[in-house]
């Protein structure tokens, strides 16, 4: 399946719990004017996630694609001290590993090695942020790739709906960038080019550091300060947020020749910090179930339907499904949402997914790396990281009244697109859409 509301990236979306195993309490600390959050650990794993704030924020559409090119170069295209070879030669000895990679969000560094380890794996990271060579030869090679990349995803029926979304959805909003950007503009970044941009945004004013990890709070002081002292303050910056409403139901058509017929829908979320946020995110994962079994066991419309709740700094709803019959999707979609809103869950359904979602954050923040990734996307993206530790508490409150209000305050007209036949689908039905009972034909 594409995306299943519990194959979400845990971490970006709506944080973790504390693991099982005893951990002493989390702290912050600020170093050189760095906020510096630190989750001590029982066993022998260093973690290091150094991240860079703004995501599709720093940089124009024009340049898509040039954030996700430096955060691959760092490791990629060798350090002033070390080539590319001889640079993963010293992480592949120990074991370690040092990469980078970014989202909508923000971008991450990082370090994950043995404590044993420590003081050979450092330097190499540090190294790998202060020091990039960005060497012509190499940044070729990572940039085919790219594209390469870029070409394949957009032969995929998947990628192309999910893009089409994004374009019509957030029109004139930072989030219609696509971090991965595009052939024509990765064609025509140049190495200079690149190592200028990220020099620009590797700034203190930027920067928030996450260590999980077993290590004294003096020793991690006095690195993180000898690592910050060649790194520029930078201007100041500010992570916007931007609230996402549907003032009006559309449809928007591209025909394609495809085997199936593609449908994805829009529509507004909390946004990550609002008192509603939990109890949305348990209300989108219960729909999903529901979604799955009208669409596919009941009416057999769809092999994989999906709804799942996509947060960050526009965080929205979103429901797709690949159909032989986009006409009688809609109006079992219809139908489900209008049920929903008239007479809520069950108190059962929430009681059990609260559970299942409690349970899941337990299982998927084991490691010390979920741990800091769960950390930083809370930090970034609520700016409470300590919400990563109260998750569960959290979660358990959450009313059934609580869960119906968010359902139906946030889901409610939807942008629809289409890829696939034109002459299967009849638009009229899609914009009648889920609160016009009395002028839809079909699903009520």
């Avoid at 295209?77 to 909508?104: I, M, P, R, W």
């Avoid at 942020?129 to 957009?154: C, G, H, S, V, Y």
């Avoid at 359904?349 to 769960?374: H, I, L, P």
């Amino acid at each position: 399946m594409k995306k299943y509301i519990f194959a979400l990236l845990i971490a970006a979306t709506a944080g973790s719990i504390k693991p099982a195993m005893a951990q002493d309490e989390a702290y912050e600390m600020t170093v050189s004017g760095v906020k510096v959050i630190v989750q001590p650990t029982k066993n022998d794993i260093v973690e290091i996630q150094t991240i860079i704030k703004g995501g599709v924020q720093n940089y124009p559409a024009t340049k898509m694609g040039i954030e996700s090119m430096a955060m691959t170069a760092l490791t990629e295209c060798g350090t002033l001290e070390h080539d590319k070879n001889s640079f993963k030669d010293e992480l592949d000895k120990v074991s370690a590993q040092v990469y980078g990679y970014t989202n909508k969000n923000y971008s991450v560094i990082r370090m994950n090695c043995l404590k044993g380890d420590l003081d050979v794996v450092l330097p190499l990271y540090i190294e790998a942020m202060t020091q990039p060579k960005f060497d012509a030869k190499e940044f070729t090679r990572i940039k085919q790739d790219a594209i390469n990349d870029l070409k394949a995803n957009e032969s995929q029926p998947d990628a192309a709906i999910d893009k089409m979304a994004d374009k019509i959805a957030f029109a004139g909003r930072d989030y219609v960038k696509d971090p991965a950007g595009t052939v024509p503009i990765i064609t025509a970044l140049t190495p200079e080019e690149t190592k200028k941009y990220y020099q620009s945004i590797f700034t203190k004013s930027r920067m928030l550091i996450v260590i999980v990890a077993n290590l004294e709070r003096g020793e991690i002081e006095a690195k993180v300060k000898e690592f910050l002292g060649g790194v520029k303050q930078g201007a100041p910056f500010e992570f916007k947020k931007s609230f996402f409403r549907v003032y009006k139901n559309s449809f928007n058509s591209e025909k394609k020749d495809l085997a199936t017929n593609y449908v994805e829908g829009i529509t507004s979320g909390p946004q990550p910090g609002a008192p509603d946020y939990d109890a949305f995110s348990v209300a989108m994962r219960i729909f999903a179930n529901r979604h799955f079994l009208d669409v596919r066991t009941n009416n057999g419309l769809s092999y994989a339907p999906q709804a799942w709740f996509s947060s960050g700094a526009t965080s929205v709803a979103r429901f797709s499904v690949s159909t032989t019959q986009p006409d009688k999707y809609i109006a079992v979609f219809d139908k489900l949402v209008d049920k929903i809103k008239t007479d809520g869950f069950k108190a059962d359904e929430v009681a059990d997914m609260k559970v299942t979602y409690v349970t899941g954050f337990y299982y998927k923040n084991e490691t010390n790396s979920a741990q800091a990734s769960s950390i930083a996307a809370n930090e970034v993206l609520h700016s409470n990281w300590k919400r990563s530790l109260t998750m569960a508490s959290d979660v358990k409150k959450l009313t059934l009244d609580q869960v119906n209000t968010a359902f139906r305050s946030y889901i409610g007209n939807i942008i629809w697109v289409y890829q696939g036949d034109p002459k299967k689908v009849n638009p009229t039905l899609f914009i009648n859409g889920t609160l016009n009972k009395a002028d839809n034909p079909v699903g009520h």
